[in-house]
Structures are given as structure tokens and as C-alpha cells.
Nanobody, 129 residues
Framework: VQLQASGGGLVQAGGSLRLSCAAS????????MGWFRQAPGKEREFVAA????????YYSDSVKGRFTISRDNAKKMVYLEMNSLEFEDTAVYYC???????????????????????WGQGTLVTVSS
């Protein structure tokens, strides 16, 4: 699978953005999908993940209640709706796919970067304070 993230940009604190990730290639509907981010000078970190059937979603504590991950398997798309953006959300956001995850992977598994075997190129989100 190939992944193409888009939707990043400059937004004021308190604003909203919607990131999209388009997948191509192998059967997208069998993949656990995740969003990760890397802020300047920091390690890449987990943001959110969604099971292959879209039923289970997982979030980091820092974005829970503000961000929503969703997917459309027919369109091979995964989305990250980001609301109440904060300066600390400034980062390059990456979508990633894990073809080997079980349906009930859980947060502990889904948040580990090493489990994902395909990564998109990243899209920059800048939140001005």
C-alpha cells in the first residue's frame, strides 16, 4: 500500500483542520490505520488509530476529546478531524498502515510505531498561538 497524507496548513489556536490519508495498492480494508506526529526537535509520537472495520478507535491522552479518527474503506481513505487546536499540536502528521494487526489490537499495540509497516510522507500542521 502507498499512503498520501494531505490537509495540513496554518491555523490559529482554537481552530480546526481535517487531515486526509489516501491509500492505494493492496486491500486497505484489512489494515489497522494510525496517525502519528513529530514536532520540531521531538520524537515522533502516536496520535490516533482505527481498526480495519472502523469500530474501534484509540487516542493519545493529549488529543482525546479534541481529535476524531475515521475511515472510509470504500474510498480507501482515513481522516483525522482536529478541533480546538493548540500550539502544542504543531507537527508533521503521518498516516501509517499495519497489515498484520488483529481486529481487536487495542491501544497498547496500536500506539507502537514499530508495528506499522507502511508510512505516508507527512503533512505539516502549524498552529499559531
Amino acid at each position: 500500500v502507498q499512503l498520501q497524507a494531505s490537509g495540513g496548513g496554518l491555523v490559529q489556536a482554537g481552530g480546526s483542520l481535517r487531515l486526509s490519508c489516501a491509500a492505494s495498492g493492496r486491500t486497505f480494508s484489512r489494515d489497522l490505520m494510525g496517525w502519528f506526529r513529530q514536532a520540531p526537535g521531538k520524537e515522533r509520537e502516536f496520535v490516533a488509530a482505527i481498526s480495519r472495520n472502523g469500530v474501534s478507535t484509540y487516542y493519545s491522552d493529549s488529543v482525546k476529546g479534541r481529535f476524531t479518527i475515521s475511515r472510509d474503506n470504500a474510498k480507501k481513505m482515513v481522516y483525522l478531524e482536529m478541533n480546538s487546536l493548540e500550539f502544542e499540536d504543531t507537527a508533521v502528521y503521518y498516516c501509517a498502515a499495519d497489515h498484520n494487526a488483529i481486529l481487536t489490537a487495542g491501544l497498547s499495540y496500536s500506539s507502537r510505531q514499530e508495528n506499522y509497516d507502511k508510512w505516508g510522507q507527512g503533512t505539516l500542521v502549524t498552529v499559531s498561538s
